[in-house]
């Protein structure tokens, strides 16, 4: 008997997604046992290699690497790095752990995700339909006004969620989180529709921060201990407090949100951090 089913296309073994960019955030520890141990030499070749591993700039950095310095006991630093080669992206980890001052550096929490273009986000044929829902009447020119602008912005949304510019912004947070599986709060069993009405909810309510705080959902589903990564990028560390604690009251978060630790920093170059870091 022949077999009939359709074949499928196959598939071209890659490390780099269809859609999307590798994000990891690293964070690590000092050991001052062990800094307090090295020589001027080392001291002045570990300050070097540091400075010369985590330039943005440099031949073979990706795509993104953005380091911080972390307020609180959890790390003293923290690295976001972004490219499309995974390999790429820990390349400048293994890089650091070999330099001089490797020796003296602990890796205190780590997230590896993938940037994504979430489910919830419509398409200007949803939008339009969604205006219509909301009171808008088809066809008018407030309709209209809103369906161009959104046109306009949306490839540049799209984009933003794909392969992000860091925002010239000093303080970020970053957390992991889940949406609950529980009896009578399983997120995964809600019809679409109404997990996207919730979602709707959740993004006008970030909205209400444009031009204060910026926002970039990562997917560690299959990749990591937590389902998404939520890196804030604020012009004022209140606003990180301001946005977190407003969103806590929309449905999606207060009846279906799970979240991990909360790594506050504030953005540093790398001779910044070193000198706050390891001063004198």
Not at 138 to 160: H, L, T
Request: charged letters at 25%; hydrophobic letters at 35%; aromatic letters at 10%.
């Amino acid at each position: 008997m022949s077999d009939r089913r359709p074949r499928m296309k196959p598939v071209e073994p890659s490390l780099t997604p269809d859609e999307g960019w590798h994000c990891s955030h690293l964070y690590y520890r000092l050991r001052r046992d062990v800094v307090s141990q090295m020589s001027q030499a080392q001291h002045e070749e570990a300050h070097r290699q540091v400075v010369e591993c985590l330039n943005p700039e440099r031949e073979d950095a990706p795509q993104r690497l953005q380091t911080s310095i972390v307020s609180g006991h959890k790390a003293d630093f923290g690295l976001m790095l972004m490219d499309p080669d995974p390999l790429r992206v820990d390349a400048t980890h293994q890089k650091l752990l070999q330099s001089e001052l490797g020796p003296a550096l602990e890796s205190t929490y780590s997230f590896v995700s993938i940037t994504e273009i979430s489910e919830y986000v419509p398409s200007v044929e949803q939008y339009s339909q969604r205006l219509v829902e909301e009171g808008e009447v088809e066809g008018s020119e407030v309709y209209q006004a809103k369906v161009s602008a959104y046109e306009r912005r949306e490839p540049m949304m799209r984009k933003q969620r794909l392969a992000p510019e860091f925002p010239a912004w000093p303080a970020t947070c970053f957390y992991p989180m889940n949406k609950k599986r529980k009896v009578g709060e399983n997120w995964f069993t809600l019809p679409f529709e109404e997990r996207s009405r919730m979602m709707s909810e959740h993004a006008k309510s970030g909205m209400a921060y444009a031009g204060k705080v910026s926002q970039l959902i990562s997917v560690g589903v299959g990749l990591d201990d937590w389902e998404w990564g939520v890196t804030l990028w604020a012009a004022n560390p209140q606003f990180l407090m301001h946005i977190v604690y407003e969103m806590r009251f929309d449905e999606a978060s207060a009846r279906y949100a799970e979240f991990g630790p909360f790594y506050t920093s504030y953005i540093a170059t790398p001779e910044q951090m070193l000198q706050h870091c390891l001063p004198g």
